[in-house]
Nanobody, 126 residues
């Protein structure tokens, strides 16, 4: 069964960096659209970064230049490098994927992603 397991979250100060990792089981990280979402209490998850099967990436404006999404083909994992962290980055971060061979185009809503991890908490304080 497909399973995503996030790790790397924690508590950091403003301006610090953090690297998240998602172990991906029973799903090839090169075969579809993968994304990092973040969610705060009472809100729908928001896609902050995506990477498609061709390696093309997208980011929401608030993280552009600070976050980098990448995949490790050998280890079949997904990563999110987070730099210059700010309090507004505080959230539960989840990795997710669409069905194999589906592009990253269109609305990046929760319902368009089939597979999800449970999340790893990131807290940024000043």
């Amino acid at each position: 069964q497909v399973r995503f397991v996030e790790s790397g979250g924690g508590s950091v100060q403003v301006g610090e960096s953090l690297n998240l990792s998602c172990a991906v089981l029973k799903y090839d990280v090169n075969n579809g659209c993968m994304a990092w979402f973040r969610q705060t209490e009472g809100k729908e998850p928001e896609a902050v970064a995506t990477i498609d099967r061709f390696g093309r990436t997208t980011y929401i404006d608030s993280v552009k230049g600070r976050f980098t999404i990448s995949r490790n083909s050998a280890g079949n994992s997904l990563s999110l490098e987070m730099n210059s962290l700010m309090p507004e980055d505080t959230a539960m971060y989840l990795c997710a994927a669409r069905l194999p061979f589906v592009s990253c185009g269109g609305d990046l809503d929760r319902g368009s992603f089939r597979y999800w991890g449970q999340g790893t908490q990131v807290t940024v304080s000043s």
